[in-house]
């Protein structure tokens, strides 16, 4: 699936419908994931409660509408090279872990 990515204070959001949520097994009220970075992807994994939160990479999912947004900074934008006022994203689930890059246009 592709998005564009919304402003979001000193980052971007990326929102997500619950259905996408549902197939990775992520209840975005209770669950926090991990943003872990390879090459020009991010990934993002589901993380147990236990997890360290002061980890700046572990996130929590932000309610917006009918879905949820996850707060991406623009740190994490630009090791992407994505230019969110231009490009979209696409996201794609493989083995319970969520994969975010810049879509090609």
């Not at 020009?40 to 700046?56: A, E, H, R, S």
């Amino acid at each position: 699936m592709q998005r564009k990515l919304v402003s979001s204070g000193t980052g971007w959001e990326l929102y997500m419908p619950k259905d996408v949520l549902k197939l990775l097994g992520i209840n975005p009220s209770e669950t926090r994931v991990l943003f872990k970075m390879d090459k020009n992807v991010l990934k993002i994994i589901k993380t147990g409660f236990d997890v360290n939160n002061q980890n700046l990479l572990i996130k929590k999912f932000n309610k917006s509408g009918n879905g949820y947004g996850l707060y991406i900074s623009n740190s994490i934008i630009q090791f992407l090279e994505i230019n969110p006022e231009v490009d979209e994203v696409k996201y794609v689930i493989e083995n319970d872990i969520l994969s975010i890059s810049k879509a090609l246009q």
